[in-house]
């Protein structure tokens, strides 16, 4: 019985963790903000998708996107302008989120010695992920000076929420694998 109100203490947290983060399986941007986000990856001439295998949201550059790399900011810089501030800095902690967990998930494959996908996160995902996120968070600067005094908050926010949205999912499953057991 015991066991039982563990199990459906866990659920309800998770359900709770999985509501305010993503559903796994879909991208996990809400969808107030992907016009935003597929008109600055194609100023930039990024691209985004998801990654169902890792169950993380990725932008991605192409070889040819350092390529007139002034004229695309440019362009970037009068669409994000024109976004209202509110707007614009929930889309950009959004976008953070997906970053920071990407680097979750790149640490918990470093730690696991899952070396093919730790490379893959860190060679291939994080560094155009990184890069449209600094310009995002360069022009939010810009465009809002007053952000800059709570952006690290948000942040370590944010990380905190993943930590803990993995730390329970873990608990979860673990209670899971005890009760098959």
């Not at 990654?51 to 970037?76: I, M, P, T």
Request: contains cysteine; positive net charge; aromatic residues 14%.
């Amino acid at each position: 019985m015991k066991n039982l109100a563990i199990c459906i203490a866990c659920a309800a947290l998770l359900t709770a963790g999985c509501a305010a983060t993503k559903e796994k399986g879909h991208n996990p941007l809400p969808d107030r903000f992907h016009q935003l986000l597929e008109q600055t990856t194609q100023a930039l001439d990024y691209g985004y998708g998801y990654d169902q295998k890792l169950d993380l949201g990725l932008v991605y550059n192409y070889s040819f996107s350092k390529l007139n790399a002034a004229q695309k900011e440019k362009n970037f810089a009068d669409i994000v302008m024109k976004a209202d501030n509110r707007h614009y800095l929930s889309f950009c902690l959004h976008v953070y989120g997906i970053y920071a967990e990407t680097l979750y998930k790149k640490d918990r494959f470093r730690a696991d010695k899952n070396w093919k996908y730790y490379t893959y996160l860190k060679k291939y995902l994080l560094p155009p992920l990184k890069a449209y996120l600094d310009l995002l968070e360069k022009y939010l600067l810009i465009k809002d000076p007053a952000a800059a005094g709570k952006l690290s908050s948000y942040h370590k926010s944010i990380k905190d929420d993943i930590e803990r949205y993995y730390r329970e999912l873990a608990e979860w499953e673990a209670i899971q694998e005890e009760n098959s057991n």
